[in-house]
């Protein structure tokens, strides 16, 4: 495993490995950040119409984001008719030519998706992290390549632009977005990727101090859709913290000739996006293209990431909910005989337990994005752990519904050429500059940190961190920072822990208390692990043996953010009923407890089967399978 210089270690003692997320530019390295307590900004109290707890304008804004998700739905229509030149049957159609469903595009534009990408404060729409994660969900329902190419990707490579841009650049890549533009973001290569985006650009510094652009990079998301380009070229020597520069080009302002197309590269996964490829040769880098400072590159990357990794959930999520609506859908198929799939115990299973896993996902979306908003300070280790857990989570599930389904798997077309379509796609949705190890590795610096100075003695989680529709700060993407002073989110699973032990939950509680003591002492065990490991010790935080712990690190944060969210929904007066019953965690707990290898209490078989009643309702009633249960068209 490659080691690499810390560019922020000025902001706290101490190295963070990284990699980078993103098809070319999604997120990056964590670095450091300060270890001082920041208390949590606070959210406003009260209630909302859309069932969750919000209060004044906070509630106004969020009604108006949940009429733009829901008109998006409809706008798109039913996925399951054949009819709707939106459906999928067209989607299937477009994907088999490699092309994005030009109907489908101008959904997004007469909706104004990118303004969704744009903070509000430049003219978009963009106030809460947790509402885009909502928004990008009707889209990715039903096609990653049109909602990656469309515009996610344009809000990954803006990023660097909002968290580091000065007035003048962030305005330029506000207007490109809201005029209808593209913006495309060409990631640096790195030792440890492969050649799909190893390759790289280079950056001359003149006498003058201006700078002359050349290189070719393959791999880049909307190469030749997009005007705007982010680009990530090297200034320094190789190896150093300091060797990338990041540059704000608009390809109407460069000479002409000076870039040049290099035509797409086919991909197994979302076949309709363009992943193409770009040369540039000697132009000239106009004045005020430099974000930041040069050298900056590489902390810009870190800072970036933090942004970026909490949306990352919601993608794979959605995908995730077609398929399983479509493996439900087949199982709940009455034969000839009156029987279905649902009678073997083994498809019950597997359908309950891609439910929980859809669930669980939700709850760590919720986390990583509101994160942003409350506790910016600690967001990196939460956004790399929900960025991280994720697609790891769906891909397991998709394998287990893949038995279900058997020959139909390799559907092409019909009823069930979403859920192939979906196999192919989601392991390129949440692809990263250096995969999901970056992100693993990124959570690793911080866990002797908060061993020795942090878990057991943190207060838990301020309450609007799990609260689904509550109010939140204003956004400001400067605020995070690398490397968490503390872990708060892990404190609410000891808090619960000890809420259990005076006052057990109803019903399951006897289970939700077993296991919540459970995953305690998984905490406590982690504790140990990593009290006395140093904290600069990059050997012992790069072994195997660390990387399995980080991995179990994700599913106890995991198993604190379910509990979060179920102990707000339970205590709001007008919380889902679903939500506030202690069915869901107790089975999710369970189901992440048996991954672990833990201790297990009797299997809670009631709690079960009442996640698998709701999966079949939300079914047959056409609700969505996140914590939100939305109304699908």
């Known amino acids: 495993m ?28 964590d670095g450091s950040g300060g270890h001082d307590t920041h208390d949590a900004h606070g959210g406003n109290d009260g209630h909302d119409a859309h069932g969750g707890s919000g209060g004044g304008d906070g509630a106004v804004r969020d009604g108006a984001a949940q009429d733009r998700i829901d008109a998006l739905e409809r706008s798109f229509g039913p996925l399951d008719d054949d009819a709707n030149p939106l459906g999928g049957a067209a989607l ?101 990727g492969n050649d799909f985006v190893r390759d790289e650009f280079t950056a001359t510094v003149r006498p003058d101090g201006s700078l002359v652009v050349n290189g070719s990079k393959t791999g880049i998301a909307n190469a030749s859709r997009a005007r705007g380009l982010v680009v990530f070229a090297r200034t320094g020597a190789e190896g150093g913290g300091r060797s990338h520069t990041v540059l704000l080009l608009d390809r109407a302002e460069l000479p002409p000739g000076s870039v ?42 870190l800072r970036s990431s933090l942004v970026i990794r909490g949306v990352i959930p919601s ?25 279905s799939s649902l009678d073997v115990q083994h498809v019950r299973d597997v359908l309950t337990g891609a439910f929980l896993d859809l669930l669980l996902i939700d709850c ?37 519904m893949s038995a279900v389904l058997g020959e139909l798997t390799f559907a092409k077309e019909g009823a ?85 032990e005076e006052t057990p939950p109803d019903g ?39 990387l399995g712990l980080a991995d179990r690190y994700t599913l106890v944060l995991a198993a604190a953010a379910c509990l979060g969210v179920w102990r707000e929904q339970r205590s709001a007066q007008d919380g889902d009923p679903f939500l506030a019953d202690p069915a869901w965690p107790s089975a999710a707990l369970y189901r992440l407890c048996r991954r672990l290898g833990l201790p297990l209490p009797d299997r809670p078989l009631a709690a079960e089967r009442r996640v698998l009643d709701e999966a079949l309702a939300r079914l047959r009633g056409r609700r969505s399978y996140d914590l939100y249960g939305s109304p699908l068209a």
């Not at 270690?9 to 530019?25: N, Q, S, V, W």
């Not at 956004?383 to 989570?393: F, S, V």
Request: net charge negative.
């Open 92 to 192: 299937l159609a477009a994907d088999a030519a490699g092309e994005v469903l030009a109907e489908a595009e101008q959904v997004l534009d007469a909706h104004g998706l990118n303004a969704e990408f744009v903070p509000a404060s430049l003219g978009g729409r963009l106030r809460r992290m947790d509402v885009l994660g909502r928004l990008l969900r009707p889209v990715f329902r039903r096609d990653a390549s049109l909602g990656f190419a469309y515009g996610l990707n344009c809000f990954f490579a803006a990023t660097p632009v909002w968290t580091a841009g000065n007035d003048e650049q962030r305005a330029k890549a506000a207007r490109l977005l809201l005029d209808g533009h593209r913006i495309a973001v060409a990631r640096h290569g790195v030792a440890h």
């Open 315 to 339: 993608i794979v999520l959605a995908g995730a909910d077609t398929a399983l609506r479509t493996v439900a859908a087949f199982a709940d198929r009455r034969r000839a005989d009156g029987r």
């Open 416 to 500: 069930y050429g979403m859920f192939q379509k979906q196999l192919r796609d989601l392991p390129v949705t949440s692809l990263g500059h250096a995969g999901s190890a970056g992100r693993q590795v990124s959570i690793l610096p911080q866990l002797p940190f908060f061993a020795r100075h942090t878990w057991f003695m943190d207060p838990e989680a301020p309450p609007g961190l799990f609260r689904l529709y509550e109010d939140l700060p204003p956004l400001d993407l400067s605020a995070p920072a690398l490397l968490g002073d503390g872990d708060r989110l892990a404190a609410t699973l000891v808090a619960s822990s000890d809420l259990f």
């Open 2 to 29: 490659s080691t690499v210089s810390d560019p922020a270690r000025d902001e706290r003692d101490g190295t963070a490995h990284g990699g980078h997320d993103g098809h070319d530019g999604s997120d990056a390295h």
């Open 260 to 301: 040049e197309d290099l035509g797409r590269r086919a991909t197994t996964g979302m076949r309709s996006a363009e992943f193409g490829g770009l040369r540039i040769t000697d132009c000239p880098v106009p004045a005020g293209a430099v974000l930041g400072k040069i050298g900056d590159g590489y902390e810009l990357s």
């Open 508 to 546: 399951d509680g006897g289970v939700l208390r077993f296991l919540a003591r459970t995953f305690t002492a998984e905490l406590d065990d982690l504790r140990q692990a990593f009290a006395d490991v140093p904290q600069n010790d990059r050997k012992a935080l790069s072994s195997p043996h660390s």
């Open 364 to 400: 760590l979306a919720l986390v990583g994005t509101r994160a942003l908003h409350l506790l910016p300070k600690q967001l990196s280790a939460y956004a790399a752990a929900a960025a991280y857990l994720a697609p790891k989570l769906v891909a397991e599930t998709m394998d287990e």
